[in-house]
């Protein structure tokens, strides 16, 4: 079993940078992928960026790569850089723990474990 638990999220101006922050906890997320999803208001979760979590290879989705980026630490923390935050960019944000890990998955049913969310508000 795995524990997620993300922070850091906020109200930002457009432009402006905001890190989110998914500690890990439980055994075996070494060999895990982990992801960040979204979900604004009235519409469904979708993908942002993943991480293997042993060779720290990444993967975006089209309309964040260049502005965010995914990393990880050596013990129990993945993190998510936001830069040049559009008003777009407002959601909650999920950390997101796919356990098999053969492939990058993108849609929420590949993943088995996940965060309580954290908000994240740009304003224009």
């Known amino acids: 079993q795995v524990q997620l638990v993300e922070s850091g999220g906020g109200l930002v101006q457009a432009g402006g940078s905001l890190r989110l922050s998914c500690a890990v906890s439980?055994?075996?997320?070494?060999?895990?992928?982990m992801a960040w999803f979204r979900q604004a208001p009235g519409k469904e979760r979708e993908f942002v960026a993943a991480i293997r979590w042993s060779t720290a290879s990444t993967y975006y989705e089209n309309s964040v790569e260049g502005r965010f980026t995914i990393s990880r630490n050596n013990a129990n923390a993945v993190y998510l850089q936001m830069n040049s935050l559009k008003p777009e960019d407002t959601a909650v944000y999920y950390c997101a723990a796919d356990r098999r890990a053969s492939i990058i998955r993108t849609s929420t049913g590949g993943y088995d474990y996940w965060g309580q969310g954290t908000q994240v508000t740009v304003s224009s």
């Open positions: 439980g055994r075996g997320f070494s060999t895990y992928v």
